[in-house]
């Protein structure tokens, strides 16, 4: 048996992150003895309509939030519970709407620092519609076997270890939260356990109080005897004293008063809670209510580690005088093991998951990234420069001085051609209409294909396909483009020729043959092709993207990353456009009617719409 | 409980229509100079002049000066201004006009669980307290208002007669109006003065207690409670409440001169209980500290830093319950950094340190813990099988 909370209570939690975290903790108690979810809805207007994820052990339960107290109770209407976490500022609102909610008994609330007067009305507004209310500050309620409101109880493993699956015979009340639980194991430790246990919270006026639960444990019979843990301040325990000493009670009393350390600390000093302050002229401290308890026959230790012995030895008169009977302690090892998450368990090796992807350049899930196994850090220390994340990253290699020089210069002759190409232009009229940076540089990049610096690619891969099958055969390889492919990539110019030579191309070619010892097949092929196909026109000369394309292949990177140095080296031009465009805080851009040819249809009537063919 | 100065309680007296004699708060002396030429009441009256701060028995550490006019005012605010006194220093001083009066009443106003109780006495000043049987109460439930007539009546049954009682019951429905305005836990006016000649009232004397949790809906609360301890907060205990301030859970501190136990104890209510512990085992403590409510290690650590440089400590209880939430593992690594950092700097030598505590990932706490008997600390850890509070036996014991 058990007091407020059981196996019906069905619980709505109005509050935001905290409520949710409390919800799964309370889920591992279900789960734990096997009872249906406590948590059936949550109450938080800024995610109206999510699902929450909530684990009952390895089931998933999808647990809907409302907008409004009202809606959730509608749609849920076996709720008869509301836990506030909401702030402080709005916890009052929640907690009266909770009250005047029809189907609602029981309101424990969990939120901290609420003004006293809201907490004063709240009692008051209980006691005046005859429900519960319980908090403020309050961690939440237990009750063994049936029902966990709040993370009282704290972790899974304490839960067994507290015996909370079962009910005992000890009633636990406490202001303090964390000694709930430690009340909770010394009846589990020293005694059978509890059948319930709440922690009213160590705010001044808390909604009910150490009476208002004694009385509801003496009327459960198979609470045996309470454990009350207050401290100074207020006079709640001295009213516990006064009901206890007030008639003959079923039930034993065992307390421990915190706060006999107050003569020696500064006067007035504020403890942990609230509601810990000291009393005028004795009431309200912690000796006083010692004494009081004392005289109504409770037992109090004189420390708090003296209610192990206290508990123990209430407990052995209870089995002696045949008021409590021993039962058979279920074996623990038969309780429920809560499911490890899929980490967990691979951690400990008992799992194989099939990977959804797979990497082979870097990682990051150590303190720094790494590219192909080299950290970032020391790479950057040991001098190295972008081309050889460039070379890591896409080729797996680190390139030679030589090579990253070479690297560099075709990303450099290639960062920006004006503006007036597409892919500037793309950025360009992106940015004039107001577009932010990361989308007007991909409405450039979208202009990149095969009319617009796409060519790197094909030329590389032609070329390459041109030395190995075709070595000493230039005008079989252009007849077999012709063939299969069309116009070679990288051959020709719009304006360029031999006569007009594109000098890019010309100090490409310079510095790679003449500086450098790089070994250039390719290179070498083209500038073979050029010379057949300028014979027959003055500008099939080798382009620029044919230029690179075959340097790159030269270089060793697979065929189908050239591409990726056009977008490198043009994502450097497209945001300076972008910033650019920014910078002068351009106005939206519309093409003038005179570059337009409106080879449109005359003005004309919209005919009547037929009804049938 | 937020206990405010004399000063914003005159300026909330002011809103809520209880009269109050003229004032002025400064911290410059030059600055009432400057405002003797603009308020004809700095020329023309007497004056008082006091420290306008948290120290306990201003009267007789000279904090408080009587009867002077201005120049004696202005002499009396530079030398009080800058004086250090413990651990505070002065650095406003309030000037009110001393009101010549004939009576001095008493006025209080303080909430309990079922609304509030007012308290009314014609016999108040320094001998209130020996004419407590005097004090009339006024029971006023939760959201009510008592009528005018019910205050007089209260007022007429405290010795009031005929037109005072008239007076102080409207004074006393203001300040009813303010208590429930202004989320006050309790006001007291002592004393209440009258200039019978013109049935002149002010309040000469304030004491304010306001929830200071309720501050999010007080727009003009421009002030701050003064320190809760009845002396001003060491340097120490400033930064950890300027830590507190910033994280999510707290952690608290204050200082006991004198002490050679130190407590290093989380929770509200188990520290208490360790406090208790110590003292009712003929132990004196150095200090009182909590950590709740899982708070970052790095507040826990500096908290352990703070701790450990209390001179004389001969004793660290590093004690709690059984956490709900709060992970024993996490803090448990803050307060080892803080004890190595310590140990570093030169502390904790000869310290010993006692362990016990429970709660989320308490086996890999305690194990860590264990681990700095290996770096030589002397320390001794226990678990949850430890009778919370035992620990303290066991140092004062060793």
Redesign the interface.
Known sequence: MSIIANKDTRAVIIGGIAGLNAARRMAQFDFLINRPLTVQAFVYPPEEGQQKEIYRGGELNNVTVYSSLEKALEENPQINTALIYIGASRAYQSAKEALDAKGIKLVTMITEGVPEKDAKRLRKYAIETGKIFNGPSSIGIMSAGECRLGVIGGEFKNLKLCNLYRPGSFGVITKSGGLSNEAMWLCAQNGNGITSAVAIGGDSYPGTDFVTYLNMFENDPETKAVVIVGEVGGTLEEEAAEWLGKEIRRIKVIASIGGTCQDVLPQGMKFGHAGAKEGKKGLGSARSKINALRAAGAVVPDTFGGLSKAIKQVYEELLQTGVIKPEAELDEKLLPALPPSVQEVMKQGDVIVEPLIRTTISDDRGEEPRYVGYAASELCEKGYGIEDVIGLLWNKKLPTKEESEIIKRIIMISADHGPAVSGAFGSIIAACAGIDLPQAVSAGMTMIGPRFGGAVTNAGKYFKYGVKEYPNDIPGFLNWMKQNVGPVPGIGHRVKSVKNPDKRVKYLVDYVTNQTSLHTPCLDYALQVEKITTAKKDNLILNVDGTIGCILVDLDFPEYSLNGFFVLARTIGMIGHWIDQNNQNSRLIRLYDYLINYAVKEEREVPEKKQTT | ?AKILEGPAMKLFNKWGIPVPNYVVIMDPDRLAQLGEANKWLRESKLVVKAHEAIGGRFKLGLVKLGLNLDEAYEAAKEMIGRQIGTSVVRQVIVAEMLDHDEEYYLSIA?N???SELLLSNRGGVDIEDNWDTVKRLVIP??ETPSIEAITEAALQAGFVGEIAERVAKIASRLILCFDNE?A?SIEINPLVIRKSDMRFAALDAVMNV?W??R??HADWDFKPVS????SYTEAEQQIMDIDARIKGSV?L?E?PGGNIALLT????????Y???????GG??AN?A?Y?GDPPDWAVEALTETICRLPNIKHIIVG???????DVKATFSGIINGFRESKSKGYLENVQIWVRR????ENQGLAAMKKLQEEGFEIHVYD??M????I??LALNS
């Open positions: 409980m909430g669980r079922d609304g939760l959201d989320d836990q929830d949790d309720a999010f809906r809760e301890i009845g002396r608290k204050v006991v989380a929770g509200g209510g188990a520290s208490v209980f406090s208790d512990a110590v003292v009712a085992r004196s403590i009182y909590e709740s709690g319950a059984i956490a709900n939430f709060t429970g709660g989320p990932n949850r099988s009778p919370m509070t035992d303290v036996d």
